[in-house]
């Protein structure tokens, strides 16, 4: 080959260039496939590595919740704000434009009621609905200590090996039995029986004291449940905590769809979560965007 031309070659593939070879942002999932890397990367913000989940699938059990009576009103305003919409796919198919562009967290574990033993779930849809839906996620519930602990558990990692195939993570979802203690004691052991046996994240309740050890004993990263509905600063200092405790994001339904001013209420989750905003601050937020609209 003439001089030039090696010349002209060796200047087009850039010798000189090392390819980067990028690192992943998030806890524990650098050894993940391609496929499960970019829907994870579609739930966690790439910029604050955090993500806020809108969790709206209560109705899988509970029937129509207070403020999800109709999610074609009260709910599709508040899409905008949030980074994933965790919800069921009745809901999703008949309710939610397939235009949008946030990351769907599709409810895969169900078979109980509010009327029976909650812990006897099952798997609910077949992975092909989920692929068919585009989901990036699948959120099976994991009653550790309940009374059907085993069924639950087994249910996550059936998901798991069925999500690794495809390249679809699963969300475990902690579930905590009305007798049982919510500390961080039990947390350490729910959350972290979750990511043993395979979750790539993981939903967790907020606990005063000791929640950095949880998020610290947990090899993935874990989403703050909001639960029942407490007062706007309150809440919004729970999510700051959770945060910056360790936390990569929060999941939250009530705190957010049952709030006064639901779409003020999201704005001021979001600004805690991707921007650090402190819960004072975001609280004056909250105040601002309610009175304006
Ligand atoms: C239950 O455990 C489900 O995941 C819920 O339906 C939901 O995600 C709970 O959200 P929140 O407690 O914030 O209303």
């Not at 705190?255 to 989750?269: D, K, L, R, T």
Request: hydrophobic share 40%.
């Amino acid at each position: 080959m003439p001089e030039h031309d090696k010349q002209k070659e060796a200047k087009k593939c850039y010798p000189e260039i090392p390819q980067k070879t990028e690192g992943f942002y998030l806890k524990g999932c650098g050894s993940l496939d391609w496929g499960m890397k970019n829907r994870m990367g579609r739930i966690f913000n790439s910029e604050s590595g955090r993500t806020v989940m809108l969790a709206i699938d209560h109705g899988y059990f509970q029937g129509p919740t207070s403020g999800l009576e109709r999610v074609d009103l009260n709910i599709l305003p508040l899409i905008p704000y949030a980074d994933t919409l965790m919800l069921t796919r009745g809901i999703l198919r008949t309710i939610i434009p397939p235009s949008v562009t946030q990351s769907i967290v599709l409810r895969v574990s169900g078979g109980s009621s509010i009327l029976k033993e909650l812990s006897n779930e099952d798997i609910a849809v077949d992975i092909e609905d989920t692929i068919r839906l585009n989901a990036c996620a699948m959120a099976v519930q994991v009653f550790v200590g309940g009374e059907y602990e085993r069924q639950s558990i087994i249910n996550m990692t059936k998901m798991v090996d069925m999500g690794t195939r495809y390249g679809i993570p699963t969300l475990a979802v902690t579930a905590v039995g009305k007798d049982m203690k919510r500390d961080a004691r039990y947390f350490r052991l729910a959350t972290r029986i979750c990511a043993e046996l395979g979750a790539h994240y993981i939903k967790s309740y907020y606990v005063e004291d000791g929640f950095e050890t949880v998020a610290a004993s947990c090899p993935v990263p874990i989403v703050m449940a909001g639960g029942k509905k407490i007062p706007e600063l309150d809440a919004l200092t729970m999510a700051y905590k959770a945060i910056q405790e360790g936390a990569a994001g929060v999941d939250m339904g009530r705190n957010i769809f049952q709030s006064e001013a639901p779409v003020a209420m999201i704005q001021a989750v979001n600004a805690v979560v991707h921007k650090n905003e402190s819960p004072e601050k975001a609280f004056e937020m909250y105040n601002t965007l309610k009175n304006e609209g």
